[in-house]
C-alpha cells in the first residue's frame, strides 16, 4: 500500500504503527453552518479510505472533531438570539445528516472543544511550562522560534513567512508568525485557566485531542489541502515540543473543490451547500471519488446531473443482476470467486486502492465488472458466475460507499412474476401488461 505523505512530498509504503489497527484523524467543521460542496471532499475521501482498511481486515480507529467555540458561532447565535451550545448542537445534527446522505459513516469518534476545554489547557499549560509557548495579558502564544521544523510541511521558509506576516502587527507578539493558543475574552463560552477567563484558540483543539484518544503518534491525518498552514502546521508545532512527534507518520490532504475554475466562496455568491443539491447525493459522491483526491475537482451542476444519471443505471444494472438470482432462487451467501473475468477486475480494483486510493482507476475496474455484468444478463448464464459477479460488484461498491439497495423479493412479488410470465406464455396481453405495469410500479423490472 502507497500513500503519498504530504509531510515527505513522497509517495510512501504504508506501514501501521500496530499491525492490524489503523488510526486516522481528520479534522472536522466548525459547526456555525450548513457545510458546503467543498467540505464533502474529505467527508467522501477519508470515508473511503477508511472503509479500504476496513475490508482489507484492520480495525481503524477513526476520530474527527467539532469545533464548537468559535467567533462565528458566537456571532450565528447572537444573530439568531440562541445561545451557542443551541447553535452548534443543530449544526452537528445538520453535518451528521449530510455526512449520512453522501454515503458516508457516522461511527466514528467525535471529540468537541467544550468537553475537551480542561485537557487543553491542560496542554496549553504544559507547553508555557517548557517554554514553548508564553503568556502576554491572559493571552497565550506559541513560541515558533523554538520549533525547528517549521514550515516543512507546507514548504514555506520561515524568513519568507515573517515578511508575509508583517502586515499583521501585533505589538504584544515576540514574532509575527506566534499564534494563539488561548485568548483572553469576556464574551461567549469561557473558561477558568491559569492565564486568564478566556478560551483556546483553534490550532490545540486537534493535538490536545489526538494526545488523549491515542496517546501517541498516529499512521493518519486528514483534511482539505486548505488546512495545510497554518493550521496543520501548527498542529506538528505544538505536538514536535509537547509530545515528540508530528502528529501522524502520514498527512494526507485532499485537493480542493471549485465551481468553472473559482474558488467558493461565500462572499462570490457561489458557494453550494451539499443539503440544496437535488437528487441522490450517491451521485455525487461517484462524482468526487471519479477525480483523485488530490488532484483539483472543478464542480458543475451538469457534471452532477450526468455522474447521478450513471448512479442511477450503475445500481439498477446490479439490483437487476441480484433479482435475477434472487427470483431463481440462486442466490448465494457467499461465492467463491475463481472466474478469471472477474477476479481480474477486483485485482485491478485493489491495485488501484493500493496506489494513494486511485479512486478514478478503482472506477474503471467497477465499470469494466459491469460490463461482464451487462454481459451476463444478457444470455442465460451460469448462477455460480453471476453470484461471483454480484460479490465483487458488493466488495467494491461497498468500499466506494456506494452500497446499491438490494430488497430480497417477498412472496407478493415472487406470485407477481409467476402471474406475469403464465400470462404471457398465454398469450394473455392485457393481463401481462397489468402484472408488467405493477412491477414497474414496485420497481422490480
Ligand atoms: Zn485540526
Excluded at 452537528?92 to 468537541?112: C, N, T
Excluded at 465551481?259 to 451539499?274: H, P, Q, R, T
Excluded at 443539491?277 to 450517491?282: N, Q
Aim: net charge negative; glycine share 6%.
Amino acid at each position: 500500500m502507497k500513500i503519498f505523505n504530504s509531510y515527505t512530498n513522497a509517495l510512501e509504503t504504508f506501514v501501521p504503527r500496530h499491525p492490524g489497527v489503523v488510526s486516522m484523524y481528520v479534522c472536522g467543521p466548525t459547526v456555525y453552518n450548513y457545510i458546503h460542496i467543498g467540505n464533502a471532499r474529505p467527508v467522501v475521501i477519508f470515508d473511503t479510505v477508511r472503509r479500504y482498511f476496513t475490508a482489507k481486515g484492520n480495525r481503524v480507529q477513526f476520530v474527527s472533531n467539532f469545533t464548537d467555540v468559535d467567533d462565528k458561532i458566537i456571532a450565528k447565535a447572537k444573530e439568531q438570539g440562541k445561545d451557542e451550545a443551541t447553535v452548534s448542537q443543530f449544526y452537528i445534527d445538520a453535518f451528521l445528516h449530510d455526512v449520512e446522505a453522501l454515503g458516508s459513516s457516522v461511527d466514528y469518534i467525535q471529540p468537541r472543544v467544550t468537553r475537551y476545554a480542561d485537557k487543553i489547557i491542560d496542554y496549553i499549560a504544559d507547553l508555557v511550562k517548557t517554554g514553548d509557548a508564553y503568556e502576554i495579558d491572559g493571552d497565550v502564544y506559541f513560541r515558533v522560534s523554538k520549533s525547528a521544523d517549521y514550515g516543512r510541511l507546507s514548504n514555506r521558509k520561515l524568513d519568507d513567512l515573517i515578511s508575509g506576516a508583517r502586515v499583521e502587527v501585533n505589538e504584544k507578539k515576540e514574532s509575527p508568525l506566534d499564534f494563539t493558543l488561548w485568548k483572553k475574552t469576556a464574551e461567549g463560552l469561557r473558561w477558568d485557566s491559569p492565564f486568564s477567563v478566556g478560551r483556546p484558540g483553534w490550532h490545540t483543539e486537534c493535538v490536545a485531542m489526538i494526545d488523549d484518544i491515542f496517546g501517541e503518534e498516529i499512521d493518519i491525518h486528514g483534511g482539505g489541502m486548505d488546512l495545510m498552514f497554518p493550521h496543520h502546521e501548527n498542529e506538528i508545532a505544538q505536538a514536535c515540543a509537547h509530545d515528540h512527534h508530528r502528529v501522524a507518520r502520514y498527512w494526507m490532504h485532499n485537493g480542493r473543490l471549485d465551481i468553472g475554475g473559482e474558488k467558493m466562496s461565500k462572499s462570490l455568491g457561489n458557494d453550494i451547500k451539499v443539503k440544496d443539491l437535488e437528487g441522490d447525493l450517491r451521485g455525487f459522491r461517484l462524482y468526487l471519488l471519479a477525480t483523485h483526491y488530490r488532484a483539483p475537482l472543478s464542480f458543475s451542476l451538469e457534471n452532477l446531473e450526468s455522474y447521478q444519471k450513471d448512479w442511477s443505471r450503475d445500481e439498477k444494472t446490479v439490483q437487476t443482476l441480484f433479482r435475477t438470482l434472487d427470483r431463481n432462487r440462486t442466490l448465494t451467501v457467499h461465492a467463491v470467486l475463481s472466474d478469471p473475468e472477474i477476479a481480474a477486475t477486483l485485482t485491478q480494483f485493489d491495485e488501484a486502492m493500493e496506489n494513494d486510493f486511485n479512486t478514478p482507476n478503482a472506477l474503471t475496474a467497477f465499470n469494466a465488472l459491469l460490463k461482464i455484468i451487462n454481459n451476463l444478463l444478457r444470455r442465460p448464464s451460469e448462477p455460480t458466475v453471476m453470484n461471483q459477479a454480484l460479490e465483487a460488484a458488493r466488495y467494491m461498491l461497498g468500499i466506494l460507499g456506494l452500497e446499491p439497495v438490494l430488497k430480497p423479493l417477498d412472496d407478493e412479488d415472487r406470485a407477481l412474476f409467476v402471474s406475469w410470465e403464465d400470462a404471457r406464455k398465454t398469450k394473455d396481453f392485457a393481463a401481462a401488461d397489468r402484472f408488467r405495469a405493477e412491477l414497474v410500479r414496485r420497481d422490480l423490472i
